[in-house]
């Protein structure tokens, strides 16, 4: 079963701060005919998600359980302190986790950096998620350590940010179900990785619907590429081997060919020369 039987619409999932807007379009240039849904999910969500099969494909933060997942790590984001913009921390261009010794900094309990021991001094209790946490950095409560794409995602005028030179960061990958590899998802990946439409796995299922189309329409590869269909038919002997063969054989056979027409037109030129008798 194929990728667009098993699922005619390709459900992409994507943790908050991931900007997946570029692949959608591009997806949406290729395969016009595969709706692409997107699907919104909280990081600490998205394995499951792609576990039970709500999402084909996710765009989701580091690390992922390599066992179950095949993962293409995509980027690696800066990490930022949020503060209020008269904060002493805007006037340095960047600072360091000391720096933040002295000051009450926030540990949301939807965190995705990972922390071993967060920097500063701890708050009076967590803050559901990075959102709330962001409503008390702006009521001057505290400050707020988190990735670059979260500061912009939750971004207030009040607020402004600069990146933290020794903090942890926080990676973000395509992944998918190893074992579910399927068209739709390998169309993704060409996008993701930059394939052409022309390539050999980035196709447009606009332009080959089908693997084997090339088999139908006598398509040959283009120069130094090997398709699929070349290594099947290398390891079945019907490849290059079998080219060789038949090559061989019509070289033989013209050779015989040339020679048995030199002896018939000898033949009959003899026969031409010998005298009428009378």
């Known amino acids: 079963m194929t990728g667009s039987e098993a699922s005619p619409t390709f459900r992409l999932a994507y943790v908050p701060g991931a900007t997946p807007a570029k692949w959608v379009r591009i997806w949406n240039e290729r395969l016009p005919d595969v709706p692409l849904a997107l699907v919104q999910v909280p990081a600490a969500d998205a394995p499951e998600v792609l576990r039970g099969g709500a999402a084909d494909a996710g765009i989701v933060r580091l690390p992922v359980d390599r066992t179950f997942f095949s993962a293409i790590p995509l980027y690696t984001e800066t990490t930022v302190v949020v503060v209020p913009k008269d904060h002493l921390v805007t006037a ?19 965190d995705v950096l990972g922390w071993e021991q967060p920097p500063g001094e701890p708050a ?37 940010y600069r990146p933290v030179v020794d903090a942890p960061q926080s990676g973000i990958a395509l992944a998918w179900p190893e074992e579910a590899t399927t068209d739709l998802v390998d169309d993704f990946i060409g996008i993701v990785r930059g394939r ?45 081997g079998g080219s060789r063969g ?3 054989s ?23 020369g010998r005298p009428r008798r009378p």
Not at 99 to 108: I, Q, R, S, Y
């Open 92 to 110: 340095a261009d960047e600072v360091s986790v000391e720096d933040l010794a002295g000051e009450v900094v926030f540990h949301p309990l939807d």
């Open 124 to 160: 009076f209790e967590r803050p559901a998620t990075t959102e709330d946490a962001v409503e008390l950095v702006a009521a001057g409560v505290g400050l707020l350590v988190v990735p670059q794409s979260l500061a912009r995602l939750y971004h207030r005028r009040d607020l402004t």
């Open 196 to 240: 052409t439409v022309n390539s050999t796995r980035g196709r447009s299922r606009a332009q080959t619907p089908d693997r084997t189309e090339g088999a139908s329409t006598g398509r040959k590869p283009a120069a130094g590429r090997t398709t699929a269909r070349d290594t099947k038919a290398t390891s079945t002997g019907g490849g290059s």
């Open 246 to 248: 038949a090559k061989g």
């Open 250 to 272: 019509k070289s033989s056979q013209g050779s015989h060919g040339a020679k048995g027409s030199r002896t018939a037109k000898g033949a009959k030129a003899g026969k031409r």
